[in-house]
């Protein structure tokens, strides 16, 4: 049977009293825990335990090239302090500092660098932000299966707190398995299946849905090859998919998606797709022809 997925408790201690300040991550009955804060608390946040551990770190700031919302740095350090002061010294992009380690020091240098390259690996894979580092270090395979498979578990944790933080540069997109389907109750089946909506106009024709980081439209749509008029906004997320060959050309008239992209409304996945705007909520249509808006409202004004 299927492993199903439960609630989880987070403790977010705020170092400073305020949200802006330093912050520490911790889960109950997780040894590890996540330290982050501003560049500008860097002076304090270098006395602090953490920063004296063995560990993985993400730097984060505005990517100066533009090419993405964000760009990142994933490093590794047995003492993290020693590495960040470097960075301090000759990386000037990064704004926010995000140090995974443990509470008690127990991750060696084996262990540091396969999480480093997992990371490097997942953050490049994801392509939501630009990587700063130029390779990805060989270290994988060079664990034992049993620590293998405790880095992977460290991992899984980690990648539940990072989102919080509001890091999402490593969430890879994976198509729900459809036997999934079976290990839940007919009334989730119905709910699952209602969220499946389709595009058709114009040269464009798409299949997508509702996700919880917005609205994801699977690899093989078809969007129109001549933009029209649309929101600026859009306009930039349909060049950067373009240039970045997420949308790649099939014929003269016609682009494909060559991967599942999530964008952040079904608007914007419709508008991007179509070459001009579009109210997505009335454009996607499920198997009934129900708009979303019309699903939405049905939900909205069912009993309680």
Request: glycine share 8%.
């Amino acid at each position: 049977m299927a492993a199903q997925r439960r609630g989880a408790s987070i403790r977010i201690f705020l170092i400073d009293g305020t949200p802006q300040g330093m912050r520490l991550v911790e889960r109950i009955g997780w040894t590890g825990c996540c330290l982050s804060f501003s560049r500008s608390d860097y002076d304090r946040a270098r006395h602090r335990a953490e920063l004296q551990r063995s560990g993985v770190y993400v730097l984060v700031g505005a990517d100066p090239q533009g090419a993405r919302p964000v760009r990142i740095y994933i490093g590794e350090g047995e003492e993290v302090r020693t590495r960040l002061d470097t960075h301090v010294r000759e990386k000037d992009f990064w704004s926010s500092a995000f140090v995974l380690t443990t509470k008690d020091d127990s991750l060696n240098k084996a262990h540091i660098r396969y999480l480093e390259a997992r990371l490097i690996a997942m953050a490049q894979a994801a392509q939501i932000a630009a990587v700063e580092n130029s390779t990805n270090p060989a270290a994988l395979g060079r664990l034992s299966e049993s620590e293998t498979s405790d880095m992977e578990a460290y991992l899984d944790e980690a990648l539940i707190l990072l989102p919080l933080l509001g890091v999402t540069a490593f969430e890879i997109y994976d198509e729900p398995d459809a036997s999934a389907a079976a290990q839940v109750t007919k009334n989730d089946q119905a709910q699952i299946a209602g969220r499946r909506y389709r595009l058709k106009t114009q040269l464009t024709e798409a299949e997508g849905y509702s996700d919880s980081r917005g609205f994801a439209v699977l690899a093989g749509a078809l969007a129109r090859r001549e933009a029209k008029v649309m929101v600026p906004g859009y306009q930039k997320i349909r060049e950067e998919l373009i240039a970045e060959r997420v949308l790649v050309g099939v014929n003269d008239q016609q682009y494909r998606l060559a991967r599942t992209f999530i964008f952040d409304s079904p608007s914007s996945a419709a508008s991007v797709l179509a070459g001009g705007s579009k109210n997505g909520r009335t454009e996607w249509k499920d198997d009934q022809g129900r708009t979303i808006r019309e699903n939405e409202e049905a939900t909205a004004a069912s009993p309680a």
